[in-house]
Nanobody, 119 residues
């Protein structure tokens, strides 16, 4: 059984930083793809950043230069370092992975962690 546990969200002021973590556990053979999404009450879920097994990254235009996604393959963990946070970054952030187990290939979601940017 695959489990994703997210941590690191919270309430910060504009300009401050946060780092989100998502630890993946279970009978994992390899994690092909890891990503962070976010969602607000009035917008659909959108991909913020993703990273391939080889380390190639992509970012939402509005976070380029402020957010950095990284992964630790030995620990099956993905991180999102968020600098210079803005009120419009307020959302629930979700971790998403695509991976192989001994039985199958599939996509999995974390439970979500709230990030609130407010003065």
């Amino acid at each position: 059984q695959v489990q994703l546990v997210e941590s690191g969200g919270g309430l910060v002021q504009p300009g401050e930083s946060l780092t989100l973590s998502c630890a993946v556990s279970g009978n994992i053979l390899m994690i092909r793809y890891m990503a962070w999404y976010r969602q607000t009450a009035d917008k659909p879920r959108e991909v913020v950043a993703d990273i391939s097994n080889g380390g190639a990254t992509n970012y939402l235009d509005s976070v380029k230069g402020r957010f950095t996604i990284s992964r630790d393959n030995a620990q099956n963990t993905v991180y999102l370092r968020m600098n210079n946070l803005k009120p419009e970054d307020t959302a629930v952030y979700y971790c998403n992975v695509e991976l192989w187990t001994e039985d199958s290939f599939g996509g999995y979601w974390g439970q979500g962690t709230q990030v609130t940017v407010s003065s």
